[in-house]
């Protein structure tokens, strides 16, 4: 087998190289039956618009909220987040505040300082767990070292 082109496809020959030595234009001329001809035949490609499909969802989503709150129901998600240093992870709330926001989720964000063990990260999720207004519950990872997310 000569260098070839690897196609990513669904099956247990995932990854296989296709056993020709050039491409194929367009994934669908190999005669043999490699990769590239089997999946390009049977799989056409969807394009779709991937900001204008996180827009629909957040608008159901938005209106879920709605018809909850006007049922009385409050949509409120508190989360957890262990300091580490880790900028990312901070980041990452504060994206999902602004997203709760826009939504109308009411967000709550619970910070325990750097080296929290088990006792006190499970304490506080037992805590929110307890309280009849925390509508959901989310842990941030990482988590410090020797405490198992699972």
């Known amino acids: 087998m000569g260098a070839g082109i690897v196609f990513v496809a669904p099956s247990s020959r995932f990854g296989e190289p296709c056993h020709q030595e ?9 005669l043999d039956g490699c990769l590239a001809s089997t999946y390009a ?3 056409a490609a ?5 900001k204008a499909l996180a827009q629909q969802y957040r608008e159901q989503i ?5 018809k909850a709150q006007s049922l009385g129901r409050i ?12 900028s990312a992870a901070r980041v990452y709330a504060e994206n999902q505040k602004r997203t709760c926001e ?3 989720i ?3 964000l619970h910070t325990l300082p750097c080296g929290s063990g088990f006792d006190e990260i499970a304490g506080r999720i037992l805590l929110l767990n307890m309280d009849e207004s925390v509508s959901a519950i989310m842990l941030h990872l990482p988590l410090p070292e020797g405490v198992e997310a699972y």
Not at 62 to 66: D, I, N
Not at 75 to 86: I, N, Q
């Open 46 to 50: 969807t394009i779709i618009d991937g």
């Open 75 to 86: 949509a409120r998600l508190d989360a957890v987040l262990v300091e580490s240093g880790d």
């Open 62 to 66: 938005a209106a879920s909220v709605a």
């Open 41 to 43: 035949l049977a799989m």
């Open 106 to 108: 009411s967000y709550r």
């Open 22 to 30: 050039t491409r194929h234009p367009r994934h669908a001329t190999c």
């Open 102 to 104: 826009a939504l109308g």
